[in-house]
């Protein structure tokens, strides 16, 4: 992937060493998956408004920065424990508890789509009433924590409605860097999506194997980590075979090389 010509400047420096790179932020973004029209799977995406500082313009999953406030072990917790989040992603409980609770509010705040539940073997059947947008809307703005809002509900996180996928950090030359762990899940029954505006202006329902051949075309703008994630999912018939599929969890961060002149970035 050939790097923007406005980064090419910073690319030399850091590859230099002249510049350092920024810090990457954790963050966490989930693959929602449902069952295809007849079969299959598709995946929800949103396309990033050409206004964003981050991958503007890009088809991406719902998902953002771990909230300081995501770590808070008040957080009403059913499922794998932070434990096991640590285990997989490699990551200290600490910091794996916000990554699980980051994915949870990120695609409730993105997709209206909430995994949580009033008990360990429940979920919430409906989110769509003016009540749900307001708390959606707290969230985002950071004026009602995670911890607060399925409290105030009674509601459990349902960690074991999340499967974790990959892990990427952005390369270092890019000025907003993300250390970003990937999951899975599946669109709870009742529940459904609904284009909830914010960061993104255009979202939907897309086969994996379908938004790939449609950013071959041009149609659509697919980051790498979006892409290989989708080229992932494209090789499963169907959502139980994407839940049953065995991942291990490798820390991919594309490197940039300079090739005649040019700065492109390579993926193992």
């Given at each position: 992937?050939r790097?923007?010509d406005?980064?090419?400047?910073?690319?030399?420096?850091?590859?230099?060493?002249r510049?350092?790179?920024?810090?990457?932020r954790?963050a966490?973004?989930?693959?929602?998956?449902r069952a295809?029209?007849p079969?299959?799977?598709?995946?929800?995406l949103l396309?990033?408004?050409?206004t964003m500082?981050?991958?503007a313009?890009a088809?991406?999953f719902?998902g953002?920065s771990?909230d300081?406030r995501?770590t808070?072990?008040?957080?009403?917790?059913?499922?794998?424990s932070p434990?096991?989040w640590?285990?997989?992603?490699?990551?200290?409980e600490?910091?794996a508890r916000?990554?699980?609770?980051?994915a949870v509010r990120e695609?409730?705040?993105?997709?209206?789509?909430?995994?949580?539940g009033?008990g360990?073997?429940?979920?919430?059947?409906?989110?769509t009433?003016?009540?749900?947008?307001a708390?959606?809307?707290a969230?985002i703005?950071r004026?009602l924590?995670l911890a607060?809002f399925l409290?105030?509900?009674?509601?459990?996180?349902?960690?074991?409605?999340?499967?974790p996928?990959a892990?990427?950090?952005?390369p270092?030359v890019?000025p907003?860097?993300?250390d970003?762990?990937?999951f899975?899940a599946?669109l709870?029954e009742?529940?459904r999506?609904?284009?909830?505006?914010?960061e993104?202006?255009?979202?939907?329902w897309?086969r994996?194997?379908?938004a790939?051949e449609?950013?071959?075309q041009?149609?659509i703008?697919?980051?790498p980590?979006?892409?290989?994630?989708?080229?992932?999912?494209?090789a499963?018939p169907d959502v139980?075979?994407?839940?049953?599929?065995e991942?291990?969890i490798v820390?991919i961060?594309?490197?940039?090389v300079?090739?005649?002149g040019e700065?492109r970035?390579v993926?193992?």
């Amino acid at each position: 992937m050939r790097l923007p010509d406005e980064l090419g400047e910073r690319a030399r420096g850091v590859l230099a060493g002249r510049v350092d790179p920024v810090p990457a932020r954790d963050a966490a973004t989930v693959a929602l998956l449902r069952a295809g029209r007849p079969g299959g799977v598709q995946v929800y995406l949103l396309r990033r408004k050409a206004t964003m500082a981050f991958a503007a313009g890009a088809y991406v999953f719902p998902g953002g920065s771990v909230d300081p406030r995501d770590t808070d072990q008040a957080v009403a917790w059913a499922g794998p424990s932070p434990a096991y989040w640590s285990r997989a992603f490699g990551a200290s409980e600490a910091v794996a508890r916000g990554l699980v609770c980051a994915a949870v509010r990120e695609t409730f705040e993105e997709s209206g789509v909430l995994l949580a539940g009033p008990g360990p073997d429940s979920v919430v059947a409906d989110t769509t009433g003016d009540d749900w947008e307001a708390d959606r809307l707290a969230l985002i703005d950071r004026s009602l924590a995670l911890a607060d809002f399925l409290a105030k509900r009674g509601l459990v996180l349902r960690a074991d409605l999340l499967k974790p996928w990959a892990h990427w950090i952005t390369p270092r030359v890019e000025p907003k860097r993300f250390d970003t762990r990937f999951f899975a899940a599946v669109l709870p029954e009742g529940q459904r999506t609904r284009d909830v505006g914010g960061e993104a202006d255009q979202v939907t329902w897309q086969r994996p194997a379908e938004a790939i051949e449609l950013a071959r075309q041009g149609e659509i703008f697919l980051m790498p980590p979006t892409h290989r994630t989708l080229s992932e999912l494209a090789a499963h018939p169907d959502v139980a075979s994407v839940l049953a599929a065995e991942r291990e969890i490798v820390t991919i961060m594309p490197e940039v090389v300079e090739v005649d002149g040019e700065f492109r970035l390579v993926a193992p």
